[in-house]
Nanobody
Framework: QVQLVESGGGLVQAGASLRLSCGAS????????MGWFRQAQGKGQEFVAA????????FYKDSVKGRFTISRDGAKNMVYLQMNSLKPEDTAVYFC????????????????????WGQGTQVTVSS
């Protein structure tokens, strides 16, 4: 079993930055990909960013490209989401997720590929 724990959320003003962290513990952790998703109040969950754990290639939702950066630290079993130039529309609960079962193929934005999820961390951006 794998446990994922997010941290780093908070209340900030528009234009500010936040860095979300997600730590993994439990069984030997060797995912194929890690992702960040978010869910705003009253809306469905949406893909934000993902990273291939092996080669570090990254993928982003169009609206966060150039503002958000996903990264990983394999030695620490950590994945990060650096969020700059935050906007009120970025307000949501952010979840990290791990895919341990899909070595090839699949869309990084497909939440059904991810097997393990954290509990989420709230990000609120005021205007």
């Amino acid at each position: 079993q794998v446990q994922l724990v997010e941290s780093g959320g908070g209340l900030v003003q528009a234009g500010a930055s936040l860095r979300l962290s997600c730590g993994a513990s439990g069984r030997t952790f060797s995912p194929y990909r890690m992702g960040w998703f978010r869910q705003a109040q009253g809306k469905g969950q949406e893909f934000v960013a993902a990273i291939n754990w092996r080669d570090g290639s990254t993928f982003y939702k169009d609206s966060v490209k150039g503002r958000f950066t996903i990264s990983r630290d394999g030695a620490k079993n950590m994945v990060y989401l650096q969020m700059n130039s935050l906007k009120p529309e970025d307000t949501a609960v952010y979840f990290c997720a791990a895919d341990l079962d899909t070595p090839f193929g699949g869309a990084y934005a497909d939440r059904y590929l991810y097997d393990y999820w954290g509990q989420g961390t709230q990000v609120t951006v005021s205007s």
